[in-house]
């Protein structure tokens, strides 16, 4: 009898612990902290348009481009970002170079609604040729053609330069403008120094304007600037028009000048089709001075920097159609 008593009381006393049991807590198990995001990214990106314009000029000769860029970036923290990158455009430049390649670096800090981006940008033109003319004959090098063209347009071989930059974006809901600035003790490698200041301003849909049912986005943007130029060097010399000799032997006063823009954007995705008008205040003999076209034209009206008087169409007004596409390894994630 008393094994059956202590059989019983052992029976529920098993139970009740058992249930005890699973009425407590289950702690949970330790699960290790997700580690911190890489402060390191990725862009990068590549375009087709049908002219590659530069403040106004066109750098492909009024003929279709190909670019493609590469841009590693640091996040310091979210306000401070560093950035270098490679860029790389097809060209149809004065001394046949065989494209342009950029190289180019900084910093972007932003203080909440305020963006600013400094940095410095080398613009590298391999491959070029020399060409020259008589008047300029005493500043040729060996390697150049002394001839030069019936325009007695100049270029060298060599025309890289690099410029010192700062802009600043300020948001303010759908809308963003500032400033930009640009400056190169040698512009295109003439001799003379260069400063561009521009105003520009975007405005962005907000998500309940976009087209086709929300899918794409579009954008209106446009800008006007101001480019100043010094005096070049010797190579680029000449004698004033009507004169047996004159002040410019020794480099020509670059034409300063005005250009703008003005385009309208779509955004699908990854890629932006944005279509552009752009022109410069700059006449065609003046244009011919500054870029030395080799397609240049006789029949303007000489003056004291182009006295041969030949026209070039690289600063007329052009419509730039550029479909472009835009990734960072960030949004592959």
């Known amino acids: 009898m008393k094994k059956v008593v202590l059989s019983v009381v052992a029976a529920l006393a098993i139970s009740a612990t058992s249930a005890f049991a699973a009425d407590m807590p289950v702690k949970a198990a330790k699960v290790a902290p997700a580690p911190p995001p890489s402060p390191w990214d990725l862009a990068f990106g590549s375009a087709l348009m049908n002219d590659y314009v530069f403040r106004g000029i066109t750098q492909s000769g009024h003929h279709p481009s190909v670019a493609a860029y590469f841009e590693p970036r640091y996040n310091i923290n979210d306000s401070w970002q560093l950035y270098a990158g490679i860029s790389g455009e097809s060209i149809k430049f004065a001394n046949n170079a065989a494209a342009e390649i950029d190289f180019y670096g900084g910093v972007r800090p932003t203080f909440g609604p305020l963006a600013l981006d400094i940095g410095i940008w080398e613009y590298w033109y391999p491959g070029g040729s020399c060409y020259g003319t008589n008047f300029a004959a005493m500043a040729l090098p060996s390697d150049c053609n002394p ?130 008008y752009t022109d410069t205040d700059l006449s065609k003999t003046a244009c011919s001075a500054l870029t030395s076209d080799p397609g240049a034209t006789l029949g303007g009206t000489p003056t004291s920097i182009n006295p041969a008087g030949s026209r070039s169409n690289w600063c007329s007004p052009s419509f730039v159609a550029k479909l472009s596409a835009d990734l960072t390894l960030g949004s592959l994630k």
């Not at 010192?164 to 600035?181: E, I, R, S």
């Not at 005096?231 to 250009?259: C, H, K, M, Q, R």
Request: zero cysteines; proline letters at 5%; a negative charge.
């Open 147 to 276: 001839f030069g063209l019936i325009s007695q347009n100049v270029v060298k071989k060599d025309v890289s330069f690099f410029e010192v930059y700062l802009k600043a974006t300020y948001t303010l809901g759908d809308f963003a403008f500032g400033p930009t600035f640009y400056y190169t003790p040698n512009y295109a490698n003439t001799g003379a120094d260069g400063e561009y200041l521009s105003g520009i301003a975007k405005y962005t849909a907000p998500s309940s304007m976009a087209l086709f049912n929300g899918a794409v986005g579009w954008y209106v943007s446009g800008e006007f600037g101001r480019q100043w130029l010094g005096t070049s060097d010797a190579f680029y010399g000449v004698v004033p028009a009507g004169a047996a000799t004159g002040p410019f032997l020794l480099g020509i006063p670059e034409p300063d000048y005005n250009t703008w823009n003005i385009g309208l954007g779509f955004t699908w995705k990854v890629f932006t089709l944005d279509l552009r």
